[in-house]
């Protein structure tokens, strides 16, 4: 290929450098190739301008000769990871082309080849990936009444694919992705000529990012020269897969498309078939999953484009079924803040903030997949319930395995950067060191007789202490191989151990022989030419020299060799240190290349022999550490072991919301009762001010539930919790404005989908349901979605509802299984206190203007506001006391109406009384007229 290339160049009217770069841009268009050259990656033509833009970083221009100038941008080869992160997370594709031969044995051109691609779901540098969360690369497939999703993450292994048959393929896909937030997700594409231009600028478009320029010409229109120039585009390059994409907004990092045919059944199963070596797909569970196939072949296929040394790794494909996990929607997880605060979007104020107390980034994410996917098997559950309960019972153990977790690294992905050969001396290192920690927790809790007394009476955690492996050859292979503190890089040399390898250990004598004969040299050289200051050196560029300076250069000896003059010395060389410079030079040579050798035959030995038995280790010790955090939070904040059963009552005593307890650990909280069947209280009204802890309280519940469902202790004094298959919320005002949709839209939108979704097995969160519209219409709204929970026996799901509609206590007067609860305040001289405890009954007041004024409303406004309050209450109580007396003489078979009365003749005449025309007089004289009218007719 290089010959060819250097030949192409000789043949056409481009520089042989500059035809090999533009052979490779053609074989990876849709990507900003970094193209090595020497300690550089160069980036030239529209790449350069996009990286110059981007990275905010000088674009100049490069002559190839020839006539030929092209814009460059280029950024050193040492910090190409941090650039390379910030264009990823941009939405760009980065192909890294490295010089693959030696240039100081290269005669031409250097041979240079991609050997990755960096996307954001393909991301392996350890700068550029959080620690305590995955980093998946996801793919999905629909078809008409099921969905094909698969995953992986390169960096830990993991590689998953699921198909699920649903009425409602959309909401289903959504659902999912956001269960797995990958940070890049394949959707299927045709493309036609154009295709890697329209891939690139969908991707942006879809993460709202810059567009790509794509006209010819550079214009800054590009988009609207891609979607117009139709002659460009094939007939088959017309799929509309936006939409698909957009379902993903603010669940994927990145959407990219890719091609269809990587997407078909057959493509997809004979990849997967040859990657795993087998004739049949059966023993994965998937062999009659058409569309999980279809969704983990072109996975797969993408693997294998971007980075072609990790695809090895995958070693094994798991199918999984959501009717495992409890379902929770993208709005249950937002409300119900698992992962970030809805404030402030950070890890501080979430579940996960409350429950992480874990040592390693493995543990991390193994807490972060366990609250994402609630259990519904009560046997799994108390199995983890029996851990932590064993833990607990143990501050000792606890206490010791805490010590020992904190020393531990992140195996996972340290073994499978081992698998992968892009391991460094370090990170070597750190695996052993890791691995040490595991034995430690092995030999100290089994091995001592008061640690294999604990563990006699701790048989479930003794038998997750067995699954670490014997991992003892690994760990004396790298400590016997690689120094303590090696470099970063094995190019920096010194990284083998002494007594490794004899032949190493010959060279390295021979170089620091030499060494000391050169110092021998300089000492005789100065007694025979009597120069105190002549000085033996080195030089990258001239090797070794004996320099004198040109205060003495007269008494310099006639075998001296001029080698290079200086402004004030002139450097020599003599025979013997020429002969002597090739013996040091070549010993040089050859430790660094030898180091290097054996360096990869140690990662290559650890990846062969023991790198199962490490990632088995791994996943063990990623769960002692789940236990343990959740064991020390419990212990900590007061938790108790909820019961689990599969009926239908949640009851919970004392129960706490458990982010607002630690976030105000200043203020008590105040604990509060809830239960919930069924068949007795299948629906909770919550009344009460703003302010007072309705939300709160709601929310608690579903947290709590959901806690215990993963497996955790619960804030409470006691629990019994019915297993859920769904949590559904309805929390908050938030409009849509991308799809056009008001606050109250998708209130009603979120609301419709828990109508047609919700189970007798579900528990359902709603709170201020028919807010967004007017008082009567959102009171009727209110009360017919009550009505329908209650009276639906498809639905039938147990609910909160949090409400400021007063009215709506008197449905529990004619449906039984309504009870009304309120939260009590305290009312002492026109101030009004929180008490922040449920109560039983309904409230009649809501305190707005009180809760105004600790907003710190302005006292007029307050002062008005409550004057208008007091002015439509006795209002309300005069028409409440004509509409009784009316209602008394009204005959039989009349109907009450929620329509107006019809007009007062007064009132249609001021309507329609012109008072610009009236002079002071004739408005005064009006004015009185119309009083005594009413007077006569009230």
């Not at 971007?306 to 993208?330: G, H, R």
């Not at 070597?428 to 009476?457: C, M, P, T, W, Y």
């Not at 550490?625 to 909820?642: K, Q, T």
């Not at 939260?823 to 707005?848: N, Q």
Request: aromatic residues 6%; negative net charge; proline residues 5%.
């Amino acid at each position: 290929m290089l010959f060819e290339e250097y030949e192409r160049g000789q043949q056409s009217n481009h520089s042989p450098i500059r035809s090999q770069y533009l052979a490779i841009k053609e074989r990876y268009p849709d990507t900003i190739l970094f193209f090595r050259m020497g300690d550089f990656y160069e980036m030239f033509d529209e790449d350069a301008e996009i990286v110059a833009r981007e990275l905010e970083i000088a674009l100049t221009r490069r002559d190839f000769g020839r006539g030929e100038k092209a814009p460059m941008a280029g950024v050193p080869h040492q910090a190409a990871e941090s650039y390379i992160a910030r264009l990823v997370s941009k939405g760009y594709r980065v192909a890294v082309c490295e010089q693959v031969s030696d240039p100081a044995l290269s005669r031409g051109l250097v041979e240079r080849e991609v050997t990755r691609i960096v996307t954001p779901g393909t991301v392996v540098e350890p700068a550029m990936l959080a620690a305590k969360r995955n980093n998946f690369l996801a793919a999905v497939v629909m078809g008409r009444n099921a969905v094909g999703v698969a995953y992986v993450d390169i960096t830990t292994g993991e590689f998953a694919t699921t198909q699920i048959t649903t009425g409602e393929p959309e909401l289903t896909l959504q659902q999912e992705i956001a269960r797995i937030a990958p940070a890049e997700v394949l959707v299927e594409a045709h493309y036609g000529q154009s295709s890697n231009r329209k891939r690139r600028w969908l991707a942006a478009l879809m993460s709202e990012k810059p567009l790509p320029r794509l006209g010819s010409n550079g214009d800054p229109e590009g988009a609207a020269a891609f979607l117009g120039e139709q002659n460009e585009l094939d007939e088959d390059d017309d799929e509309d897969y936006a939409p698909l994409a957009r379902l993903f907004k603010g669940l994927a990092g990145h959407v990219t498309p890719y091609d269809a045919r990587f997407f078909s059944e057959a493509d997809a199963r004979h990849r997967l078939q040859t990657h795993f070596g087998v004739v049949s797909l059966e023993g994965f569970g998937c062999e009659k999953l058409p569309l999980a196939i279809r969704a983990a072949g072109a996975v797969l296929a993408y693997v294998q484009e971007t980075q072609k040394e990790i695809v090895p790794q995958l070693a094994a494909l798991e199918t999984y079924s959501t009717a495992s996990f409890m379902t929770l929607d993208p709005h249950t997880r937002r409300n119900l803040e698992l992962f970030e605060s809805g404030r402030s979007g950070t890890l501080k104020g979430s579940l996960l903030w409350v429950l992480d107390r874990t040592r390693t980034p493995m543990g991390g994410r193994l807490l972060r997949r366990w609250l994402g996917q609630p259990l519904l098997d009560i046997t799994a559950l108390r199995q983890r319930q029996e851990v932590i309960a064993e833990l607990l019972a143990d501050p000792l153990v606890r206490a010791r395995l805490g010590e020992i977790l904190k020393k531990i690294g992140d195996v996972e992905r340290l073994i499978n950067r081992v698998r992968q050969r892009i391991a460094g001396p370090r990170d070597l290192i750190a695996l052993a060191s890791s691995l040490r920690g595991a034995a430690e927790i092995r030999a100290d809790l089994a091995a001592d007789k008061e640690g294999a007394a604990a563990l006699r009476a701790m048989p479930s955690l003794a038998a997750l202490l067995q699954r670490l492996a014997d991992t003892e050859e690994v760990i004396t292979l790298i400590e016997r191989a690689i120094v303590p503190e090696p470099p970063a890089s094995t190019s920096e040399g010194g990284i083998i151990r002494p007594g490794f390898n004899d032949e190493l250990d010959q060279l390295r004598a021979l170089s620091q022989d030499g060494q000391r004969w050169l110092e021998r040299l300089e000492q005789r050289e100065r007694s025979r030419t009597g120069i105190s200051s002549l000085k033996v050196g080195y030089n990258k560029n001239t090797g070794y020299f004996i320099e004198v300076s040109n205060a003495h250069k007269q008494r310099v000896p006639a075998d001296y060799q001029r080698r290079q003059t200086l402004t004030n010395s002139e450097r020599f060389v003599t025979p013997e240190l020429k002969e002597y410079e090739a013996t040091i030079l070549n010993a040089r040579e050859r430790i660094n290349k030898l180091e290097s050798e054996l360096f990869a035959q140690i990662r290559a030995e650890i990846a062969a022999q023991g790198s199962e038995r490490v990632l088995a280790t791994a996943h063990a010790l990623a769960e002692i550490d789940v236990y343990l955090s959740l064991a020390e939070v419990a212990a900590r904040n007061n938790y108790c072991r909820p019961e689990l059963n599969d009926g239908d009552t949640i009851r919970i005593i004392a129960g706490r919301h458990p982010v607002v307890e630690q976030a105000q650990p200043d203020v008590p909280f105040v604990p509060n009762d809830a239960e919930l069947s069924n068949h007795e209280a299948q629906i909770l009204i919550i009344t009460g001010p703003n302010m007072a802890g309705k939300s709160t309280y709601l929310r608690q519940v579903a947290l709590i539930t959901l806690m215990a469902q993963i497996g955790s202790y619960v804030p409470a004094q006691a629990a019994t919790i019915g297993i859920v298959d769904r949590i559904f919320t309805r929390i908050g005002a938030q409009d849509d404005l991308a799809t056009g949709q008001s606050t109250f839209m998708v209130e009603m939108v979120e609301t419709a989908n828990i109508l047609h979704h919700a189970t007798p097995r579900s528990l359902v969160i709603l709170d201020e349901i028919g807010r967004g519209t007017s008082t009567y219409d959102g009171l009727a709204i209110a009360r017919a979605v009550v009505e329908y929970l209650h009276n639906n026996k498809r639905c039938g799901a147990r609910t909160l509802f949090a409400t400021h509609y007063h009215e709506l206590v008197e449905v529990a007067r004619v449906l039984p299984r309504i009870r009304c609860f309120n939260v009590a305040v305290s009312e002492e001289e026109g101030r009004i206190l929180f008490l922040r405890k449920i109560v039983p009954g309904g409230a009649d007041r809501s305190y707005g203007v009180h809760v105004a004024e600790l907003a710190g409303i302005p006292r007029p406004v307050i002062h008005r506001a409550q004057e208008i309050l007091a002015e439509l209450e006795s209002k309300g109580e005069a028409q409440a006391r004509r509409k009784a007396m009316k209602d008394m003489t009204m005959p039989l078979g009349w109907q009450m109406t929620l329509f107006a009365a019809e007009s007062h003749p007064i009132l249609e005449e001021l309507k329609t009384l012109d008072i610009e025309s009236l002079t002071p007089i004739e408005a005064i004289s009006k004015l009185y007229e119309l009083q005594q009218r009413a007077r006569r007719e009230s």
